[in-house]
C-alpha cells in the first residue's frame, strides 16, 4: 500500500511505502512514479536528508539583528574595559620592560664577548702550549705558537676597537639629536632587548579576565544540571564522557549582558522541562550566581520546541537593580486601551506590553515593594482615553488614589462603615450597567456585533466606554465587613470579573496578603493576569500567581528588598515573565489625572462623582482650595456629617506626617482659619450626638464659583 503524506519535503510529494507489498511500479508498469520516495533504507544514501530539516548555515549569534547587536556591543565593553585594564597599568609595563631590557642586554654582551675576545683562536693557542711544553726542543712548534698568539691579540684588539667605536659614535649621535629622535631610538634599542631578556613564563602584559559573573560553557552547563539531579551520572568505572549530555541547539553564546543556551535534556533520562524550571535555585548555585540571574522557559512547539528543550539565560549580574525607567505614558498625550499597556522592561531590556481588553487582572505582594505603582499604570493609560470610566475603591483610603477624584465616575476612600456602604452601592451600580450592556449586545445583529462583545464602533456609536473597576486594598474591605455583607461582595465581584470583560468591564484589584481570608479563591481563579511583588515565600506567591506556579518558574520569592517595583507578571496558563515595572511617582500620575479629566471635558464623558467634585473642579480652573478643606472633604465623601475622632482618624490616615499631631482644637483651629465656619458643633449619627462636622458647613468655604461652575 502506498499512502502519500500531508507534508511535501523540498517541494515534492513524499509517499510512505510498504515494503511487504510489490511496488506499484512493478505491478502497474504504466503508474506514474513518485518524485521522491522517503524510504529508510540502508541502500538509500539521501534517506536521512529526505527526513531531517536543514541544519541553519549561519551560527547562532548570527541569525537575528537583535544577536548580533547585542554580541556587537558585548565586544566593544569587552574592548572598552581591556583598553582601561592595560592602560591603569602602563606604569607597571614600562618598569617590567626596563627590567627585561637589562636581562636581554645581559645576555647580549654574554653572547657577543667570545667574539670580541677572539675565543675562537684561544683553543688553538692553548693545544699549541700544551705541545710546547711537552716537546720544549722543538723550535717550530714554539714559533706556531708565537704566530697563533699574535693573531689572537691583534684580533681582539681590532674587534674591541671597533666595537668601542661604534658604541661612541651611536652615543654622541643620540645625544645630539631631536628628543622625538632619542626616543624612537631609545625604543628601538629597548624593545630587542626586552624581548631578548623574555623567558617562556615571562608576559609583559597581565592577563585582564573581564568582570563577569559567570563564564557558561557547555561542560559547566552539563555538571550543573548533573548535580541537580536531571542527568544521570556516568557507571561506576566509566569515563565522564560517557554520561549522559545535553544537547545544545544554540549556544551557549553571549546575549547581551549575559549567556543564552537553548538545550534538550536526553532521552531515557525521564526529565522534563517541567523538571528543569523547578530545580533554578540548585542550578543557580551550581552555576554560581543568585537565582534571580537565571531566567528560563520551555521551548514549545510552536517555536520548534519539545517536551524537552529550555531556554536558559543567566545574567552577569542582577538585572533588575539600577534606576527604574520612566513610563512612556508620562509623555503621552493619549491613549487607546484597546492596543496593550506598555508595562515595563524584562531582564534583557525587552519592551513589556500588557493587553487588558477583555482581560481582568490582580496586583499582589509586601508592602512598600511598588504594587500600588505598578497597578496605577494600568490606571494611568485609561487616564489618557477619555472612553473610560473609572470606578476606583482604595481600602487604605491614603493619598495614593486621592488625584482620581478629577476623573473617577465613583471614588470609594477608606475601609469606614459608610465607605463599605458606598462600595456594596458602586457595586449594585456595575452589576446594573452590565446587565443593560448585555442586553443591548444581545439585541445588536451579527453585522455589528458579531462576537457579542464590545467594540471600538459599538463603544462610541452606543455611549458605553469601558469602565475600569479598580480595587486597591482589597483585604482591608474583606476583613472589616461582617459574614454576609462579605460574602455579598466577594459574589458582586467575581460577577463582574467572570462576565464583564465582554461588556468592557476591566477588573484591576490588589490585596497584600492574598490568603483566603483576604481575598477568597473563587476570586483569585477567575483572574487572568496576574502580578506579584515580593512575598515570604512559594505558597504565597501561588496565592497571587496560581496554583504551582511556583514550580513553573515563576516565583517571586525570590525577589529580595532591593527589587522594588520588580514582580513576576502572569498573562497565561504557560506564559510569565519577571518584569522591571516602569516608574510613575505620584506627581506623575497626578498631572495624568488632570489630563484625563480635560480629555473628559472635550468629549463630554466627565460624570459621576468627578463632575461634582469640588475639590477636583477647583484644581483644574487652578483655584487654590485650602489643604485642610480638600482633605476634609475627601475622608467626609461618603458622609454628610461626621464625629470629631472619626474624622481625625482618617486625616491621619489620609496623610500621617502632616495630620498624626493633630487634635480637636488644632483641627477646629485649622478650619476657622480656612474660613469654615460651623453651624453647629454638635451632630447626630445614628441617634448618637457628638462633637463632629457638617460636610455642607466644610463645603461653604469653598471659592463660590466653583460651587457656581
Same mark, same amino acid.
Not at 697563533?148 to 659614535?169: I, K, N, P, Q
Not at 549522559?244 to 531515557?268: K, N, Q
Not at 464583564?500 to 487572568?528: C, H, M, W, Y
Given at each position: 500500500?502506498?499512502?502519500t503524506?500531508?507534508?511535501?519535503?523540498?517541494?515534492?510529494?513524499?509517499?510512505?511505502?510498504?515494503?511487504?507489498?510489490?511496488?506499484?511500479?512493478?505491478? *502497474?508498469?504504466?503508474?506514474?512514479?513518485?518524485? +521522491?520516495?522517503?524510504?529508510?533504507?540502508?541502500?538509500?544514501?539521501?534517506?536521512?536528508?529526505?527526513?531531517v530539516?536543514d541544519?541553519?548555515?549561519?551560527?547562532?549569534?548570527?541569525?537575528?539583528?537583535?544577536?548580533?547587536?547585542?554580541?556587537?556591543?558585548?565586544?566593544?565593553?569587552?574592548?572598552?574595559?581591556?583598553?582601561?585594564?592595560?592602560?591603569?597599568?602602563?606604569?607597571k609595563?614600562?618598569?617590567?620592560?626596563?627590567?627585561?631590557?637589562?636581562?636581554?642586554?645581559?645576555?647580549?654582551?654574554?653572547?657577543?664577548?667570545?667574539?670580541?675576545?677572539?675565543?675562537?683562536?684561544?683553543?688553538?693557542v692553548?693545544?699549541?702550549?700544551a705541545?710546547?711544553?711537552a716537546?720544549?726542543?722543538?723550535?717550530?712548534? /714554539?714559533?706556531?705558537l708565537?704566530?697563533a698568539?699574535a693573531?689572537?691579540?691583534?684580533?681582539?684588539?681590532?674587534?674591541?676597537?671597533?666595537?668601542a667605536v661604534?658604541?661612541t659614535?651611536a652615543?654622541v649621535? +643620540?645625544a645630539?639629536?631631536?628628543p622625538l629622535?632619542?626616543?624612537?631610538?631609545?625604543s628601538a634599542?629597548?624593545?630587542?632587548?626586552?624581548?631578548l631578556? !623574555?623567558?617562556?613564563e615571562?608576559?609583559?602584559?597581565d592577563?585582564g579576565?573581564?568582570?563577569?559573573?559567570?563564564?557558561m560553557?557547555?561542560?559547566?552547563l552539563?555538571?550543573?544540571?548533573?548535580?541537580?539531579?536531571?542527568l544521570?551520572?556516568?557507571?561506576?568505572?566509566d569515563? *565522564?564522557k560517557?554520561?549522559?549530555?545535553?544537547?545544545?541547539?544554540?549556544?551557549?553564546?553571549?546575549?547581551?549582558?549575559?549567556?543564552?543556551?537553548?538545550?534538550?535534556l536526553?532521552?531515557?533520562?525521564g526529565k522534563? /522541562?517541567?523538571?528543569?524550571?523547578?530545580?533554578?535555585e540548585?542550578? /543557580?548555585?551550581?552555576?554560581?550566581?543568585d537565582?534571580?540571574?537565571?531566567?528560563?522557559s520551555r +521551548?514549545r512547539?510552536?517555536?520548534?520546541?519539545?517536551?524537552?528543550?529550555?531556554?536558559?539565560?543567566?545574567?552577569?549580574?542582577?538585572?533588575?537593580?539600577?534606576?527604574?525607567?520612566?513610563?512612556?505614558?508620562?509623555?503621552?498625550?493619549?491613549?487607546?486601551?484597546w492596543?496593550?499597556?506598555?508595562?515595563?522592561?524584562?531582564?534583557r531590556?525587552?519592551?513589556?506590553?500588557?493587553?487588558?481588553?477583555?482581560?481582568?487582572?490582580?496586583?499582589?505582594?509586601?508592602?512598600?515593594?511598588g504594587k500600588?505603582?505598578?497597578?496605577?499604570?494600568?490606571?494611568?493609560a485609561?487616564?489618557l482615553?477619555?472612553?473610560?470610566?473609572?470606578?476606583?475603591a482604595?481600602?487604605k483610603g491614603?493619598?495614593?488614589?486621592?488625584?482620581?477624584?478629577?476623573?473617577?465616575h465613583?471614588?470609594?476612600?477608606?475601609?469606614e462603615?459608610?465607605?463599605?456602604?458606598a462600595?456594596?452601592?458602586?457595586?449594585?451600580?456595575?452589576?446594573t450597567e452590565?446587565?443593560?450592556?448585555?442586553?443591548l449586545?444581545?439585541?445588536?445583529?451579527a453585522?455589528?456585533?458579531?462576537e457579542?462583545k464590545?467594540?471600538p464602533e459599538?463603544?462610541r456609536?452606543?455611549?458605553l466606554?469601558?469602565?475600569?473597576?479598580t480595587?486597591?486594598?482589597?483585604?482591608?474591605?474583606f476583613?472589616?465587613?461582617?459574614k454576609?455583607?462579605r460574602?455579598?461582595?466577594?459574589?458582586?465581584?467575581?460577577?463582574?470579573?467572570?462576565?464583564?470583560?465582554?461588556?468592557g468591564?476591566?477588573?484591576?484589584?490588589?490585596?497584600? !496578603?492574598?490568603?483566603?481570608?483576604s481575598?477568597?479563591?473563587?476570586l483569585?481563579?477567575?483572574?487572568?493576569?496576574?502580578?506579584?511583588?515580593?512575598? +515570604?515565600?512559594?505558597?504565597?506567591?501561588?496565592?497571587?500567581?496560581?496554583?504551582?506556579?511556583? /514550580?513553573?518558574g515563576?516565583?517571586?520569592?525570590?525577589?529580595?528588598?532591593?527589587?522594588?517595583g520588580v514582580?513576576?507578571?502572569v498573562t497565561?496558563?504557560?506564559?510569565?515573565?519577571?518584569?522591571?515595572?516602569?516608574?510613575?511617582?505620584?506627581?506623575?500620575?497626578a498631572?495624568?489625572?488632570?489630563?484625563? !479629566?480635560?480629555l473628559?471635558?472635550?468629549?463630554?464623558?466627565?460624570?459621576?462623582?468627578?463632575?461634582?467634585?469640588?475639590?477636583?473642579?477647583?484644581d483644574?480652573?487652578?483655584?487654590?482650595?485650602?489643604?485642610?478643606?480638600?482633605d476634609?472633604?475627601?475622608?467626609?465623601?461618603?458622609?454628610?456629617?461626621?464625629?470629631?475622632?472619626d474624622?481625625?482618624?482618617?486625616?491621619?490616615?489620609?496623610d500621617?506626617?502632616?495630620?498624626?499631631?493633630?487634635?480637636?482644637e488644632?483641627?477646629a483651629?485649622?478650619? *476657622?482659619?480656612?474660613?469654615?465656619?460651623?453651624?453647629?458643633k454638635q451632630?447626630k449619627?445614628?441617634?448618637?450626638?457628638?462633637?463632629?462636622?457638617?460636610?455642607?458647613d466644610?463645603e461653604?468655604?469653598?471659592?463660590a464659583?466653583?460651587?457656581?461652575?
Amino acid at each position: 500500500m502506498t499512502e502519500t503524506l500531508d507534508r511535501p519535503i523540498n517541494g515534492h510529494p513524499v509517499v510512505a511505502v510498504d515494503l511487504l507489498k510489490p511496488r506499484r511500479e512493478e505491478a *502497474e508498469p504504466d503508474a506514474q512514479a513518485p518524485a +521522491v520516495e522517503a524510504v529508510d533504507l540502508p541502500d538509500n544514501p539521501l534517506a536521512d536528508w529526505l527526513t531531517v530539516p536543514d541544519a541553519p548555515v549561519l551560527p547562532a549569534w548570527a541569525r537575528s539583528r537583535a544577536s548580533i547587536v547585542a554580541n556587537a556591543q558585548a565586544l566593544a565593553r569587552l574592548t572598552w574595559w581591556h583598553s582601561r585594564y592595560h592602560a591603569v597599568r602602563v606604569p607597571k609595563y614600562l618598569v617590567k620592560t626596563v627590567l627585561l631590557a637589562a636581562r636581554g642586554f645581559y645576555r647580549a654582551a654574554v653572547g657577543i664577548w667570545p667574539t670580541l675576545s677572539a675565543q675562537d683562536h684561544t683553543a688553538a693557542v692553548k693545544a699549541l702550549r700544551a705541545q710546547a711544553k711537552a716537546r720544549p726542543e722543538d723550535v717550530e712548534l /714554539a714559533v706556531r705558537l708565537q704566530l697563533a698568539h699574535a693573531a689572537r691579540t691583534r684580533t681582539r684588539r681590532w674587534r674591541f676597537g671597533t666595537a668601542a667605536v661604534g658604541v661612541t659614535a651611536a652615543a654622541v649621535g +643620540v645625544a645630539l639629536a631631536d628628543p622625538l629622535l632619542q626616543a624612537g631610538v631609545a625604543s628601538a634599542v629597548t624593545v630587542p632587548l626586552a624581548y631578548l631578556g !623574555r623567558g617562556k613564563e615571562t608576559r609583559l602584559l597581565d592577563e585582564g579576565a573581564p568582570p563577569l559573573r559567570v563564564d557558561m560553557s557547555a561542560q559547566q552547563l552539563n555538571d550543573a544540571l548533573r548535580a541537580a539531579g536531571l542527568l544521570k551520572s556516568g557507571r561506576a568505572g566509566d569515563d *565522564e564522557k560517557d554520561a549522559p549530555r545535553v544537547s545544545c541547539t544554540m549556544g551557549p553564546v553571549r546575549d547581551g549582558r549575559g549567556w543564552a543556551v537553548i538545550f534538550d535534556l536526553p532521552r531515557g533520562g525521564g526529565k522534563t /522541562a517541567s523538571d528543569v524550571l523547578a530545580k533554578r535555585e540548585v542550578i /543557580a548555585q551550581e552555576l554560581g550566581v543568585d537565582e534571580i540571574q537565571v531566567i528560563m522557559s520551555r +521551548v514549545r512547539a510552536a517555536q520548534g520546541g519539545n517536551a524537552g528543550r529550555v531556554s536558559m539565560w543567566v545574567a552577569d549580574d542582577d538585572p533588575y537593580l539600577g534606576t527604574p525607567n520612566p513610563s512612556p505614558l508620562e509623555k503621552a498625550d493619549t491613549f487607546s486601551v484597546w492596543e496593550p499597556i506598555p508595562f515595563g522592561q524584562d531582564a534583557r531590556g525587552n519592551r513589556i506590553t500588557v493587553p487588558i481588553m477583555w482581560q481582568s487582572m490582580f496586583f499582589g505582594g509586601l508592602p512598600r515593594r511598588g504594587k500600588t505603582f505598578t497597578q496605577r499604570l494600568m490606571t494611568a493609560a485609561g487616564l489618557l482615553d477619555a472612553w473610560v470610566r473609572h470606578y476606583i475603591a482604595d481600602g487604605k483610603g491614603g493619598a495614593d488614589w486621592m488625584p482620581m477624584r478629577a476623573v473617577a465616575h465613583r471614588l470609594v476612600m477608606g475601609a469606614e462603615d459608610d465607605a463599605i456602604e458606598a462600595l456594596k452601592a458602586m457595586l449594585q451600580e456595575l452589576l446594573t450597567e452590565m446587565e443593560r450592556r448585555f442586553a443591548l449586545l444581545r439585541e445588536l445583529p451579527a453585522s455589528i456585533c458579531p462576537e457579542g462583545k464590545l467594540t471600538p464602533e459599538i463603544m462610541r456609536k452606543y455611549n458605553l466606554p469601558v469602565i475600569f473597576v479598580t480595587i486597591d486594598e482589597l483585604q482591608e474591605y474583606f476583613t472589616a465587613m461582617e459574614k454576609d455583607d462579605r460574602e455579598e461582595v466577594i459574589n458582586n465581584l467575581c460577577r463582574v470579573a467572570r462576565r464583564g470583560p465582554a461588556a468592557g468591564f476591566i477588573s484591576n484589584f490588589a490585596s497584600q !496578603r492574598p490568603d483566603a481570608e483576604s481575598v477568597p479563591p473563587k476570586l483569585r481563579e477567575i483572574i487572568t493576569i496576574r502580578y506579584s511583588t515580593q512575598v +515570604v515565600d512559594k505558597t504565597s506567591s501561588d496565592m497571587v500567581l496560581g496554583k504551582g506556579k511556583a /514550580a513553573q518558574g515563576a516565583d517571586a520569592s525570590v525577589l529580595s528588598e532591593e527589587h522594588k517595583g520588580v514582580g513576576v507578571l502572569v498573562t497565561g496558563p504557560a506564559s510569565y515573565v519577571t518584569v522591571r515595572a516602569d516608574l510613575m511617582d505620584g506627581t506623575v500620575f497626578a498631572q495624568l489625572c488632570q489630563k484625563g !479629566r480635560k480629555l473628559r471635558e472635550e468629549a463630554g464623558q466627565l460624570t459621576g462623582d468627578a463632575a461634582g467634585d469640588v475639590t477636583a473642579a477647583a484644581d483644574a480652573q487652578g483655584i487654590t482650595v485650602p489643604p485642610i478643606v480638600s482633605d476634609v472633604l475627601e475622608v467626609m465623601r461618603h458622609s454628610p456629617r461626621m464625629f470629631t475622632p472619626d474624622l481625625l482618624n482618617g486625616l491621619v490616615n489620609l496623610d500621617e506626617d502632616t495630620y498624626g499631631d493633630f487634635n480637636a482644637e488644632i483641627l477646629a483651629k485649622e478650619l *476657622e482659619a480656612a474660613g469654615v465656619k460651623r453651624v453647629s458643633k454638635q451632630v447626630k449619627i445614628s441617634g448618637s450626638n457628638g462633637a463632629g462636622y457638617q460636610r455642607r458647613d466644610i463645603e461653604a468655604a469653598v471659592p463660590a464659583e466653583i460651587l457656581l461652575g
